[in-house]
């Protein structure tokens, strides 16, 4: 075998290596994505979860006072978006529907969305 034969049979081994290198990137890669996907997935379902909880489960939980101390922190965080969306609805000079939360402009009667009557 000539040297020309040599190189050939070395390219052809180093391009082996380097596609099952590509092929291993990227299966990691689609393996990764796969892994964030699910955890924003369980991310979602969490939070559902943490809702649900907050929202009906509020007075079994009046004993654990961990549980208190979280709701009272998320009551706060409420409080403090609920003051900020006012503010903010207030120099939009906007209304928002007490019922469905829709932002309508002040001089709407009733909610465009579920068509609540809205108060002055």
Do not use: H, W
């Not at 964030?36 to 009906?56: D, H, I, Q």
Request: net charge negative.
């Amino acid at each position: 075998m000539g040297i020309l034969d040599d190189v050939v049979i070395n390219a052809k081994t180093a391009a082996e290596v380097v596609g099952k290198k590509a092929g291993q990137i990227v299966d990691v890669s689609k393996l990764r994505i796969n892994v964030a996907e699910l955890n924003a997935e369980l991310s979602k379902r969490f939070e559902a979860l943490g809702n649900y909880v907050y929202e009906n489960c509020r007075e079994s939980l009046a004993e654990d006072a961990e549980a208190v101390g979280k709701m009272a922190e998320i009551d706060e965080l409420m409080s403090q978006r609920d003051a900020l969306t006012k503010e903010l609805v207030d120099k939009q000079n906007k209304v928002v529907c007490p019922v469905c939360g829709k932002q309508s402009s002040t001089t709407a009667l009733y909610c465009s969305n579920c068509g609540t009557k809205l108060s002055e």
